[in-house]
C-alpha cells in the first residue's frame, strides 16, 4: 500500500514539474517575440531601425525628427 502512494505521488510530481516547464517555455516566447519586430527604413537618410523606435508621418518612417522635418 505504502508503495502505491509513493508512485502516485511521483506520478503527480512529475506531471506538475513538467507542467511548470512547458509554461517557463510558453514565457520564454512571448518575450522573445519583441525581438522579431519590423524593421523600417529612413526616409531622408537610410538607416534601418525597429518600427516601434521610428517616427511615422504620412505614411513614412525616420529615424529623428531631424530627417522628418527634412523631408516635408
Ligand atoms: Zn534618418
Redesign the pocket.
Known amino acids: 500500500m505504502g508503495k502505491l502512494i509513493t508512485l502516485i505521488l511521483l506520478v503527480l510530481l512529475g506531471v506538475y514539474l513538467y507542467r511548470r516547464m512547458i509554461r517557463k517555455r510558453d514565457a520564454a516566447d512571448t518575450r522573445e517575440a519583441p525581438a522579431a519586430e519590423d524593421m523600417v527604413r529612413?526616409?531622408?537618410?537610410?538607416?534601418n531601425l525597429p518600427r516601434s523606435e521610428a517616427i511615422l508621418s504620412g505614411g513614412r518612417f525616420?529615424?529623428?525628427d531631424?530627417?522628418r522635418r527634412a523631408d516635408s
Do not use: F, I, S
Not at 529612413?42 to 538607416?47: F, N, Q, Y
Open positions: 529612413c526616409k531622408t537618410c537610410g538607416v525616420y529615424c529623428c531631424e530627417h
